[in-house]
């Protein structure tokens, strides 16, 4: 008997028109929130990649700096022997 009353209390209040308004708008937040959700993961990726990109552009000048101070080095010991 007491699931009856709770099937027969849904029943009841899926009748109204404005429950079921309330419902669709809470489905409507609740769909928004996840785009929302779903935006700010694929900006953090996004930003993620962003940061990755411009480490592996200093890495490579660092690279290349090093690179050229050996150079410098490897002629300066050339010139001295």
């Known amino acids: 008997m007491e699931l009856y009353n709770k099937i027969k ?4 209040f899926l009748d ?8 669709k708008n809470i ?5 928004n929130n996840e785009e929302i959700m779903t935006a700010i993961n694929n900006k953090e990726e996004l930003n993620n990649i962003v940061e990755i990109r411009e480490y ?5 000048k660092v690279n ?3 690179l050229s101070i ?3 080095l490897k002629e300066i010991v ?4």
């Open 78 to 81: 050339k010139e001295e022997k």
């Open 64 to 66: 290349y700096m090093i």
């Open 9 to 12: 209390d849904l029943e009841d």
């Open 56 to 60: 592996k552009k200093l890495e490579n």
């Open 70 to 72: 050996n150079n410098l």
């Open 27 to 31: 489905q409507e937040k609740i769909k």
């Open 16 to 23: 109204k028109e404005e429950n079921i308004i309330a419902i």
